[in-house]
C-alpha cells in the first residue's frame, strides 16, 4: 500500500522533475554568482534608534505618563514584540505588554528550525492545493528575512534525510528539489544526494540495515528565546514602551461608545495598578488567546485548540557534526528531528491535545516514545540511555480551530487577525510552532509577516495615520556591526577564551563588547577576564549583570532566556543557580529573603518544567535512599571532595585525579568496571543521588574513612560490596 501510494505520488510530480533540474541549475549558478541569498533591503522611513536602551522602570514610567498610545500590544512573544516593532517602525506611539518574561512561553520552548515546511509542500503538491503552495512559498521568503535580520543568531543548517528503501530516493529526492525551486533567489544552499558509505562517514550511528543513501537539504536554525528578546529590544530602541512582568488585569472600554480604549495592568513585581490608555489594543497572547478574548466577551467561543509538544536535550554525539537528522515518518506517522544545537542535540517533538497553562510539564510517556524513536534510526550497537537526557520541555502551540476537525495534527496552521464588535484585534495561530507535524508549517519563520498583516489591520480598524510595514530587511538587535570574524576581536581586545568570546558574539552579536567590558578579571594568566558560571559551559558572570539590563527580573530569566542553560543542562543550571542569584541580588538589591525566594522558585522551574523530576523520578524509583540526615550531609561532603568542578557528577577523570593526588594507582579498566556498576541510570556520570543510593544499600559496614587518602582506598571495594549486598 505504502509503495503504490509512494509510485501514485511520484507520478504526480514526476512530470515536473526535468523542469524541477533545470530550474534548479539556473537558481544554483544565480547564487554560485551573486551569493546564497538575495539580500533585502531595509525601508528608509524608518525612525532613529536610541542610542540606550530605556530601563525597565524608566519604561513603566512611560507607559503611566505618556497619555494615549495608538497601539498597545498584550504579549511578548514572537507574534507580540513583532506587532510592537512593526507598529514602533511605522512611526506610531507604541506600548506592549507581558505578564511574564519576553518569551516565556511557546516562543521559547521550539525546535530552533527556521523552515518553510517542507511537509506543507508535499500536501500542496498531493493534493494541488494552491493555498498550502502559498503558505510554504512565503514561510521560505520570511526564512530569508529571518536569517538575514539577526545573522548572529541564525544560520544554515543542512539535515540528513536517511533513506531505507530504493523507491523512497527519487521519491524525496524530487520533492526536496521543488522545495529548492520554490524558495527560488532565496535558497539557502542546494540539497544533495548521499551514498550509504558517505551518510555512514558523517554519522557512524546511523543504523546500517538496509540503508540505501541519504538526502540533506538545508533550513535555518535559531536561538529561539534570545532571537524573541532581540526583537524586544528592537521595539523599545525605536520607541516602544515595552515592560515584562506587567500582567493586564482587565480590558477598558468608553462608556460613550463600548469600544476597547485600553487596560487596567499590574506590575507583577511591586504589585501597583495601572491604567494604559491606547487608540488600538491586539490580543497576542498565543494559548492564552481566549483569556483576553473572554475580557471583551464573555460569551465569544474559543478559537484556539491548544496542543503540546515535548522536546529532550541529549549529548551532542546523537547528532552528526553540524548536521540535523529527520525522521519523515515515525511509528506514529508523525515527523521528528533530531539537531545539532549549543554543542548538544535536541530530539523532538510530540503532538497531543492538552489544557492551556502557564507552567506546562513534560511527561515521562513523551520522553520515553521521543526516545523509542531515536533507538529506531540508531545501530543496535548504540545503547540509547534514559539517563542521556539532559532536558525537556514541554510547550503549547496555539492551533486554529477547526471545527470540522478533532485532529490537532490536521488543523488548519495560518495565521487569522480577527476584530471584534468593541475593536480588539486578535492574532493568533502557531505562531511559534513547536515541530513540522504531518501537516505543520512552521510559523515562528513567519512572525514578521503575522505581525505586518495585524498592524495592517490595525491601522485599517482604527484609522491610524501611519505609513507603510518598514520590518522587511530591518535589522534586530545586535546585527548592525556583527560579522563572523568578531570574537577574534574579543579575544584580542578583552583576553576571553576562545569558546567564550564565540559564544558572546553569537548571543550578543555587536552588543558582545558591553558583556566584555564588565566581565570581571579571572586572577588567570589565561584568560584575562571571563569567569564562567559552570565550567562545562561557556557562559559567564558578565552575562547575568547585563542580563539585568536585558529586562531579566528573576533567576530563572536568566537560566532558561538570557542564557539557555536550564534548555541544556538542568543539573548545570542548578549548580549556577547560586551564584546568579548572588549577582543579580547585588544588581536589583534583593534581601536574604528575597534571595531565598528567587533559589527556591528557579529550583521549582527546573524541577517541573524542565526534566528534573522525571529525571530524578526515573532515578530513584527502583530504590529509596534510606540514610539520616546527619550521613547524607557526611556523604555529601565526600562526593564534593570529588567533584572538584562542582559539575553536580563524579567522572573518571575525577577518580583519577584524586587517585593521582594521593599516589594510588588503579587500573582504568577497573575503575570503568566500577563506575559503570554505580552509574545506576547508565549516563556515564556518578550523580549524588546514585552515590547516596549505593551508599544507603551498603546498611551497616564501617565508615569509609576520615582521611582522604582512606577516602580513596576503601571507596571502590565498598562500593561494589554495596552493589552485591
Same mark, same amino acid.
Given at each position: ?9 511520484t507520478? =504526480?510530480?514526476?512530470?515536473?522533475a ?7 541549475s ?5 547564487? /554560485? ?11 528608509e522611513?524608518v ?8 530601563t ?6 512611560a507607559?503611566?505618563s ?14 507580540g514584540c513583532?506587532c ?43 493534493r ?58 532565496q535558497c539557502l ?15 557512524p550511528m546511523l ?10 537539504y ?9 532571537m524573541?528578546?532581540?526583537i524586544? =529590544? ?11 512582568y506587567t #500582567?493586564?488585569?482587565?480590558?477598558l ?22 491604567d494604559v490608555?491606547?487608540k488600538?489594543v ?7 488567546t481566549?483569556?483576553?478574548r473572554?475580557?471583551?466577551d ?6 484556539c ?9 541529549m549529548?551532542?554525539y ?9 525522521d519523515?515518518?515515525?511509528s506514529?506517522?508523525?515527523?521528528i528531528?533530531?539537531l ?14 492538552t ?6 510539564i ?9 526516545l523509542?524513536?531515536?533507538r ?8 540509547v ?41 486578535t492574532?493568533?495561530?502557531t505562531?511559534?510552532?513547536? /515541530? ?14 503575522m ?26 538587535e545586535?546585527?548592525?556591526d ?5 570574537y577574534?576581536r574579543?579575544?584580542q581586545?578583552y583576553?576571553?577564551?576562545s ?5 558572546l558574539?553569537?548571543t ?13 578579571v579571572?586572577?588567570?594568566r ?21 542580563g539585568?539590563?536585558?529586562?531579566a ?11 539557555r542553560?536550564?534548555?541544556?543542562n ?6 549556577? =543557580? ?14 536574604e ?18 526534566g ?9 524509583d527502583?530504590s529509596?535512599i534510606?540514610?539520616?540526615p546527619?550521613d547524607i ?8 571532595m ?25 587500573? #582504568? ?6 563506575? /559503570? ?5 547508565? /549516563? ?7 552515590? =547516596? ?5 551498603s546498611?551497616?559496614?564501617?565508615g ?9 582506598r ?12
Open positions: 500500500m505504502a509503495f503504490q501510494k509512494a509510485v501514485k505520488g507520478a =504526480l510530480i514526476g512530470g515536473g526535468i523542469a524541477t533540474v533545470f530550474g534548479l539556473q537558481v544554483s549558478q544565480h547564487r /554560485n554568482k551573486h551569493g546564497a541569498l538575495v539580500q533585502v533591503q531595509a525601508a522611513a525612525p532613529a534608534r536610541k542610542e540606550h536602551l530605556p525597565r522602570e524608566q519604561q513603566l514610567v507607559l503611566q505618556s497619555g494615549e498610545f495608538d497601539v498597545l500590544v498584550i504579549g511578548g512573544g514572537a507574534t513583532g510592537a516593532v512593526d507598529a514602533a517602525t511605522r512611526g506610531l506611539k507604541t506600548a506592549l505588554l507581558e505578564r511574564d518574561d519576553f518569551s516565556s512561553g511557546t516562543s521559547s520552548r521550539s525546535t530552533k528550525l527556521i523552515h518553510g515546511g517542507v511537509r506543507y509542500l508535499q500536501k500542496a503538491i498531493m494541488l492545493d494552491f493555498e498550502q503552495y502559498r503558505m510554504v512559498k512565503e514561510a521560505l521568503e520570511e526564512r530569508a528575512h529571518l536569517l538575514q535580520s539577526a545573522p548572529h543568531l541564525s544560520g544554515a543548517l543542512p539535515i540528513m534525510l536517511p533513506i531505507y528503501k530504493w523507491w523512497q530516493l527519487p521519491y524525496y529526492w524530487i520533492g526536496i528539489k521543488l522545495y529548492d525551486l520554490v524558495a527560488g533567489s544552499k542546494s540539497s544533495y544526494v548521499l551514498t550509504k558509505s558517505r551518510a555512514l562517514e558523517l554519522f543504523r546500517r540495515d538496509k540503508l540505501v543513501g541519504a538526502i540533506v538545508y533550513d535555518g536554525q535559531h536561538n529561539d528565546a534570545r524573541n528578546l532581540a524586544a =529590544l528592537t521595539a523599545a530602541r525605536y520607541g516602544a514602551a515595552t515592560a515584562n #500582567e493586564v488585569r482587565h480590558l472600554k468608553s462608556s460613550d461608545t463600548g469600544r476597547v480604549c485600553g487596560v487596567r495592568c499590574r506590575d507583577v513585581l511591586t504589585g501597583k495598578e495601572f490608555r491606547a488600538c491586539i490580543n497576542a497572547t498565543g494559548p492564552f481566549d483569556s483576553v473572554k475580557m471583551d464573555q460569551e465569544v467561543p474559543n478559537i485548540q491548544p496542543s503540546a509538544g515535548v522536546h529532550i536535550v549529548p551532542g546523537y547528532s552528526p557534526d553540524n548536521m540535523g537528522l529527520l519523515p515518518d515515525t506514529d506517522g508523525r515527523v528531528f533530531f545539532p544545537w549549543e554543542k548538544m542535540t535536541i530530539a523532538g517533538t510530540t503532538d497531543s491535545p489544557d492551556v497553562t502557564a507552567h506546562p513534560p511527561t515521562e510517556e513523551d520522553i520515553n516514545f521521543i523509542s524513536e531515536v529506531n534510526y540508531l545501530g543496535p550497537d548504540v545503547e540511555r534514559r539517563g542521556d537526557v539532559l532536558a525537556a520541555w514541554s510547550g503549547i502551540r496555539p492551533l486554529v480551530t477547526n471545527p470540522d476537525s478533532k485532529d490537532t495534527q490536521s488543523l488548519s496552521r495560518n495565521h487569522v487577525v480577527t476584530v471584534s464588535d468593541s475593536g480588539l484585534i492574532i493568533a495561530g505562531w511559534a510552532s513547536l /515541530n513540522c507535524s504531518s501537516a505543520g508549517l512552521p510559523q515562528w519563520t513567519t512572525y514578521r509577516a505581525a505586518r498583516d495585524t498592524i495592517d489591520a490595525a491601522v485599517r480598524e482604527h484609522n491610524l495615520e501611519a505609513g507603510s510595514c518598514q520590518t522587511m530587511g530591518l535589522q534586530l545586535g546585527a548592525k556583527w560579522s563572523p570574524t568578531l577574534i574579543l579575544v581586545d583576553g576571553l577564551e569558546e567564550v568570546a564565540q559564544h558574539a553569537s550578543y552579536g555587536d552588543k558582545a563588547f558591553e558583556v566584555a567590558k564588565i566581565a570581571q579571572t586572577g588567570k589565561w584568560p584575562i577576564v571571563g569567569k564562567r558560571l559552570v565550567s562545562e559551559f561557556p557562559y559567564i558572570e558578565a552575562e547575568v549583570v547585563y539585568v539590563k536585558e529586562y527580573r528573576t533567576a530563572v530569566d536568566i537560566i532558561s532566556r538570557r542564557t542553560l536550564a534548555f541544556l538542568v543539573q548545570a543550571a542548578d549548580e549556577a =543557580l547560586p551564584r546568579i542569584v548572588d549577582i543579580m541580588a547585588k544588581e536589583l538589591n534583593w534581601s529573603q528575597k534571595k531565598k525566594e528567587e533559589l527556591e522558585t528557579a529550583k521549582t522551574f527546573l524541577y517541573y518544567e524542565m528534573y523530576k522525571v529525571k530524578t523520578d526515573q532515578l530513584t527502583s529509596e534510606s540514610l539520616v546527619s550531609e557526611r556523604y555529601k561532603k565526600r562526593f564534593r570529588f567533584d572538584k568542578d562542582k559539575k553536580g557528577f563524579i567522572t573518571i577523570l575525577d577518580v583519577q585525579r584524586v587517585l593521582q593526588s594521593i599516589s594510588v594507582q588503579m587500573d #582504568e579498566n577497573t575503575l570503568h568496571e566500577i563506575l /559503570n556498576e554505580v552509574d545506576l541510570n547508565k /549516563n556515564g556520570q556518578v550523580e549524588l543521588n546514585e552515590f =547516596l543510593q549505593v551508599r544507603a544499600s546498611g551497616s559496614r564501617k569509609w574513612f576520615l582521611s582522604s587518602k582512606d577516602m580513596a576503601e571507596l571502590f571495594p565498598l562500593l561494589r560490596a554495596g552493589l552485591e549486598t
